[in-house]
């Protein structure tokens, strides 16, 4: 094998830099427009060198003694053709003999769906319908492959193996590999007449539909798994799995938060100040709710189990209504002097301000929060 830092001059540790600079003077000398046609064959020699030097993944082959240049990758001390590569994967693994041919049948791959539910449709449950095309078994050959009234024959190059061994020298001396039979790719079988049909695949492609019972308590971001329900594997094999991911769409009345249920009921001051029973429609219907006498803004009044149904599990969480009071803004004569007079029965005709403990307050709430209370 050629001694390229030889030919070029320089260190076996020679920077890129090092390497260029021998290389441009070199080849300024040797040029055959310059030294003349004598100089050709040196002037290769040096290109040669500098090709697989100045490049880091050739020059690191070329410092484990192998010659990237030449034919199939040379050895040197006359490997004859057989390369590092080949010697690496013999003894770590990548070149050990497969055990035996090939399948022809391998498993499809999984699908994954997604899946866009109403609020009621993942509190309750529901049954959906998703189309999805996927590949599916040939019909026409039944996933054989073949042609109908025709089979596969055993591969003459590698007698049914898969796979061929050959022997070639290197600097350790002589090494047996194996690799799949080109002719078979592996398979052991080859297909005369394959089916016309799925081109020898053993599978087609088509749309259907799939369908999907979604339990109680689904989010989004949970998914279903529908076994065998994916693409058919190349060659008929095992169908692959659909994974049918749930989004679940905003309500424009309910939040959830968790199985509960949240909403807010507007009332009028007078309701909360009195008290009241109000009809309220939830996704189970009308449901009664009670306003105790001195209700106070933001109070919640809690509707059990009328939340989302629990995952794998009974029961459902509640339904908690957020009382909102409403302050009337316009007021005609009249109203106003009753409003007075209320006033002045209960001694609110000049009210002092009053700050609220700061354990209930908006702030103290946020402080809260924030420091993960």
Known sequence: MNDYYEILGVPRDASAD????????LARELHPDVAGPEAEDRFKDVSRAYEVLSNPDK??????????????????????????????????????????PIP??????????????????????????????????CTECGGTCCRPGTTMHRCDVCKGAGSIQRVQRSFLGQI???????????????????????????????????????????????RIRLTAQGEVGPGGGPAGDVYVEIR?????????????????????????????????????????????????PAQVVTLKNLGVGHLNGSGRGDLRVHVDVSVPTALDDEQAELL??????????????????????????????????
């Open 18 to 25: 090092q390497i260029k600079k021998a290389y441009r003077k």
């Open 59 to 100: 020059r690191q082959q070329y410092d484990l003694g192998v010659d990237p240049t030449a034919p199939g990758g040379g050895m040197g001390g006359g490997a004859g053709g057989f390369g590092f590569q080949d010697i690496f994967e013999t003894f770590f693994g990548g070149g050990q003999a497969q055990q035996g």
């Open 104 to 137: 022809r049948a391998r498993r499809g791959q999984d699908a994954l769906l997604p899946l866009d539910l109403e609020l009621p449709e993942v509190v309750f449950g529901a049954k959906k319908d998703v189309p999805v095309e996927t590949a599916v078994v």
């Open 176 to 222: 047996m590999t194996t690799a799949p039979c080109s002719a078979c790719q592996g398979h052991g079988t080859v297909i005369p007449e394959p089916c016309q049909e799925c081109g020898g695949e053993g599978r087609v492609r088509q749309r259907r539909t799939l369908s999907v019972n979604v339990p109680a308590g689904v989010e989004t971001g949970t």
């Open 248 to 296: 679940e769409r905003a309500h424009p009345t309910f939040v959830r938060r968790g199985d509960d249920l949240h909403c807010t009921l507007e009332v009028p001051m007078t309701a909360a100040a009195l008290g009241a029973r109000m009809t309220l429609e939830t996704l189970d219907g009308e449901q009664e709710v009670d306003l105790k006498a001195g209700t106070q």
């Open 340 to 373: 007075r007079q209320l006033a002045a029965l209960r001694g609110e005709e000049k009210p002092e301000p009053k700050l609220a403990a700061s354990h209930g307050g908006v702030f103290n709430r946020l402080r809260d929060k924030l420091s993960g209370r």
